[in-house]
């Protein structure tokens, strides 16, 4: 019976730790670039984007379909970022635990 309320007591310990986890993850911001830094993406902690920053040098008619790609870049170059910053605190929070392979946190 210590046993369970042990692990009872760690279950709420680790469910306050993924809240503080979830926060501050929210506060987090990564910069994506394209293009050479012709083409600047923000995204918070949560893929929202935040800002987008385009080189007054690519507003030419002929060049639509390059910015357009270049956005899209620029995003997913963000996108990696924000999840790689995600993944590391997870790895933190969840160090020592016996946690399958691909299990993915938080819920």
Do not use: Y
């Amino acid at each position: 019976m210590k046993d369970l309320m042990g692990l009872m007591g760690k279950a709420k310990e680790m469910q306050a730790k993924f809240q503080t986890m979830q926060e501050e993850i929210a506060q987090i911001e990564a910069s994506g670039q394209s293009g050479g830094g012709l083409v600047t993406v923000v995204l918070s902690g949560k893929g929202d984007m935040k800002s987008l920053k385009i080189d007054p040098s690519l507003f030419k008619e002929d060049d639509v379909e390059i910015l357009e790609d270049l956005i899209l870049a620029a995003h997913a170059d963000a996108k990696g970022k924000v999840e790689a910053v995600m993944q590391k605190k997870t790895q933190e929070l969840t160090a020592g635990l016996p946690i399958p392979p691909g299990f993915k946190l938080p819920f």
